[in-house]
């Protein structure tokens, strides 16, 4: 395989390869934005479904959300929200 084709392949399959941790860490993040400007996002509850559909997928993203910040920010939402 030349050079050429074996970084096409590996960009074909870093584009096209879903990485829950990756979205995972994205969602995260879009919450914690949330929370820090006030709970103006109001995509929220489909944010909080996919996290939820990611924690379902696999056991280690219980520990990827809590090691992510998720889970403390997943509990600020549900105590603080209005």
Request: aromatic share 6%.
């Amino acid at each position: 395989m030349t050079e050429e084709d074996r970084k096409f392949l590996e960009e074909a399959m870093k584009e096209y390869t879903f990485s829950d941790t990756d979205k995972l860490k994205e969602l995260c993040d879009l919450i914690k934005k949330d929370i820090d400007e006030g709970f103006k996002h109001e995509g929220m509850v489909d944010v909080l479904d996919q996290i939820s559909e990611l924690v379902e997928m696999h056991e280690r993203n219980n520990y990827n959300l809590a090691m992510m910040g998720g889970l403390h920010s997943t509990l600020e939402i549900i105590l603080r929200h209005p």
